[in-house]
T-cell receptor, first 113, second 110 residues
Framework: EDKVVQSPLSLVVHEGDTVTLNCSYEVTNFRSLLWYKQEKKAPTFLFML????IEKKSGRLSSILDKKELFSILNITATQTGDSAVYLCVSVGGEGGSEKLVFGKGTKLTVNP | DAGITQSPRHKVTETGTPVTLRCHQT?????MYWYRQDPGHGLRLIHY???????DKGEVSDGYSVSRSKTEDFLLTLESATSSQTSVYFC?????????FGPGTRLTVT
């Protein structure tokens, strides 16, 4: 059965800290891995990763994929209170023309001033 | 923001009543999805559509049906709502590798 496991499930840090969020996956016919940020409403797209070892970067956020070890990390440097959210990891796979998404349960990040 | 709206945004209904949630998009995307989000489970796919009248089941499809009679609208129906279907429902559009989510519908079944 396909699964995506995120860790930790919850994390509390102070502004300015650097955090690393983890995502491991076991997915049939893996194609890509996505990261979303969810505050109090709908998830918003952060990154899509398809190739191993290539870091995606957007401001203070960066992410990398390891297809050999089946995991991805999301790094946030110099955290701010506005980074407080649930971060979702999603695998995209599926056979043939079908498409299957599997969501992790998320990591709840709280950044305190 | 992608042009996705959901209606209603909040609904309280009684067990056993039928409920229909609507997702409307203005982006002309072929793919549309319905998810539910519950504490401890994350987002789970209910049904998805890959074109008008083309739909398929997700991992938690029992108790739900969908219809897509035109590109812009994707309807989710609970034929006979149960308390276990109390949840937040999200619609999304786009291909799996980059989806955009609607604002969500909070459904409470009493």
């Amino acid at each position: 059965e396909d699964k995506v496991v995120q860790s930790p499930l919850s994390l509390v840090v102070h502004e300015g800290d650097t955090v690393t969020l983890n995502c491991s996956y076991e997915v049939t016919n893996f194609r890509s891995l996505l990261w979303y940020k969810q505050e109090k409403k709908a998830p918003t797209f952060l990154f899509m990763l398809t190739s191993s070892g290539i870091e995606k970067k957007s401001g203070r956020l960066s992410s990398i994929l390891d297809k050999k070890e089946l995991f991805s990390i999301l790094n946030i440097t110099a955290t701010q209170t506005g980074d407080s959210a649930v971060y979702l990891c999603v695998s995209v796979g599926g056979e043939g023309g079908s498409e299957k998404l599997v969501f992790g349960k998320g990591t709840k990040l709280t950044v305190n001033p | 923001d992608a042009g996705i709206t959901q209606s209603p945004r909040h609904k309280v209904t009684e067990t056993g009543t039928p409920v229909t949630l609507r997702c409307h998009q203005t982006e002309n995307h072929r793919y549309m999805y319905w998810y539910r989000q519950d504490p401890g489970h994350g987002l789970r796919l209910i049904h998805y559509s890959y074109g008008v009248k083309d739909t398929d089941k997700g991992e938690v499809s029992d108790g739900y049906s969908v219809s897509r009679s035109k590109t812009e609208d994707f309807l989710l129906t609970l034929e006979s709502a149960t308390s276990s279907q109390t949840s937040v429902y999200f619609c999304a559009i786009g291909r799996g590798y980059e989806q955009y989510f609607g604002p969500g519908t909070r459904l409470t079944v009493t």
